[in-house]
């Protein structure tokens, strides 16, 4: 324990050498963010936005096994006759239906009625382009669990081979684009649908219980999916968040939104020393050290740059422009504190009105569960 304090605290000097370096090269006067160690918070601190990140984070997964767990063994409720555990249907399930959502979505945009079925998964896709609307693709970064496994493997895989491996920019870049494709895929499938065509699909024994049906793909996963799974994850140790960057359509969706994010990182360059730690430390790869503002789709508002800054009000995630820089009205950015408080609010309030108003919960008789669950298997697209 002793000696992994040693260690600590020798990286911490070398940092803080190396900070000092940067500043005499750049010839300005390095005010030091206070509370810092080689340029970064205490994990313990308050101040710490990666702390809270892993927290919201850590919530996030064990609220979704706990979600799984149970609509788990309320589907084994009816396949067996009734013979097992029953557990209330966990309407959050519905996160994991993005492809009902949209088609919710338009539901509703076209008619302005809450959808009957499945509104639950509209509510969060909403919830979540909020997010990106307001915090760049925090939800990327503060709430998926899929974000949230891509990146522990990501951590694993340095620890390995003690380095993250990047495809070179002319390869990086076409598969960058992969995730749009995707997206323009499910769009090109979804937007065009009549109302009425929604309205039957939803309506139709499988769309009634698409997230049963959805279970079973996992439950009964193919031989190509699973060596998709099992490609990507060993490529995950390798590309740091190589799904989330190259391939979700959700993240690429939530990154059109962002665009119009009034938070974002922002720099000082008066105060900036030019030690490029807000670059390295950037998981998307952003030449943070370069931009004022940093408004790419790619910005998933993870903090690291915000955090590896070893100079004060220097790099900011905020809505005005950093103290100093011309424009400037405020110099205080969003604490991670205040990210972690902004995304609960903004879940914890669409779930709140869902369930006031009567929209949380897909409820179906009782005996169409009886009777379209343990057939599930069967049930074809319509
Ligand atoms: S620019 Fe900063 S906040 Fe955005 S992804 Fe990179 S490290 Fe995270
Ligand atoms: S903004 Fe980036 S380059 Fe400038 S001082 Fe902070 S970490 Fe260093």
């Known amino acids: 324990m002793n000696s992994h304090l040693k260690q600590i605290n020798a990286q911490n000097n070398d ?35 990666k702390t809270w990140r892993h927290v919201a984070q850590s919530v996030f997964v064990v609220i979704n096994i706990y979600i799984c767990v149970t609509f788990y063994i309320w589907v084994r409720f009816y396949e067996t006759g009734g013979n097992s555990l029953y557990l209330e249907r966990p309407a959050g399930i519905e996160g994991w239906l993005p492809i009902a959502g949209l088609m919710n979505l338009k539901y509703f945009l076209e008619t302005w009625n809450i959808p009957p079925i499945h509104a639950a998964s509209m509510l969060l896709l909403v919830a979540f382009l909020a997010m ?36 070179p920019r002319w390869l990086d870049i076409p598969l960058r684009s992969l995730k749009y494709l995707l997206l323009a895929f499910f769009l090109y499938l979804v937007v065009p649908m009549p109302v009425q065509a929604i ?39 390798f590309v740091q968040n190589l799904w989330c960057r190259y391939l979700c359509p959700y993240g690429a969706l939530i990154g059109l939104f962002s665009l119009f994010s009034p938070f974002k990182v922002r720099r ?19 030449p943070v050290d370069r931009l004022i503002q940093v408004r790419t789709v790619e910005c998933t508002a993870c903090m690291s740059c915000v955090e590896s800054c070893p100079a004060k ?66 049930l074809g697209h319509p």
């Not at 803080?16 to 005010?31: C, G, H, V």
């Not at 963010?33 to 313990?44: A, D, V, Y």
């Not at 769309?207 to 490529?235: E, H, W, Y």
């Open 199 to 237: 309205q039957g699909f939803l309506m139709s024994p499988y769309g009634l219980i698409a997230d049963v049906k959805m279970l079973n793909f996992f439950r009964n996963i193919g031989q190509v999916t699973l060596i998709s799974v099992i490609v990507l994850t060993i490529g995950s140790l």
């Open 132 to 167: 990106g609307l307001l915090l760049k693709k925090a939800f990327c970064s503060w709430l998926c669990p899929v974000g949230t496994l891509s990146e522990a493997l990501g951590a694993l895989g340095k620890k390995l081979f003690g380095r993250h491996f990047s495809p």
């Open 268 to 286: 000082n360059p008066d105060s900036c020393i030019d030690c490029g730690k807000c670059a390295k430390a950037c998981p998307s790869r952003i």
């Open 313 to 378: 009000d220097t790099l900011v995630f905020s809505a005005f422009r950093p103290k100093g820089q011309p424009g400037a009205t405020r110099s205080a950015g969003l604490s991670g504190m205040a990210i972690a408080l902004i995304l609960t609010l903004i879940l914890g309030g669409t779930i709140g009105y869902a369930k006031l108003a009567g929209h949380w919960d897909t409820k179906l008789p009782e005996q169409f569960y009886q009777r379209l669950i343990p057939q599930s298997q069967m």
């Open 15 to 49: 940092a803080d050498d190396d900070i000092d370096k940067a500043a005499t090269r750049s010839r300005k006067k390095l005010i030091r963010r206070p509370g810092t160690k080689g340029g970064k918070l205490p994990w313990n601190s308050l101040q710490n936005a």
